[in-house]
């Protein structure tokens, strides 16, 4: 991955909406959800929904799928794999290591 898509999907999943919606269809996996079912879990105007679920799909975060008169989106797991392998490349100095894992912080 180069930098300018990276930085575009970063971009994109720097709203607190679209970051919502990226993590639900992630939860969900490659069988995604049809819209109706995303603006109903996180309580989302069908306007307010499909203007990010477009932003997302646009940063290449989201594939969607008609089936019949509904639509799924699910996440793009192999761009998500490649956004957190570019995010992670020169981690450690390009030593092999596993990241840390560090307590959450309680906001």
């Known amino acids: 991955m180069e930098a300018r898509p990276a930085v ?7 709203q607190e909406t679209r970051l919502a919606i990226f993590r ?3 939860e969900k996996g ?7 079912d995303i603006g109903a879990k996180l309580r989302l105007a ?3 929904l499909s203007f990010h679920l477009k ?3 646009h940063a ?14 699910a996440p793009n797991i ?5 956004l957190v392998a ?7 100095g390009g030593k092999s290591c596993a990241p840390l894992r560090r307590k959450r912080a309680v906001a």
Do not use: W
């Open 30 to 36: 490659p069988d995604g959800l049809c819209v109706g």
């Open 78 to 82: 192999d761009y998500m794999n490649s």
């Open 46 to 48: 069908p306007a307010t």
């Open 8 to 14: 575009r999907a970063l971009g994109a999943l720097a």
């Open 55 to 57: 932003e997302l799909t």
């Open 86 to 92: 570019y995010l992670t490349e020169n981690c450690c």
């Open 60 to 73: 290449g975060l989201l594939e969607s799928r008609q089936e019949g008169r509904f639509i799924y989106y």
């Open 24 to 26: 639900l269809l992630v």
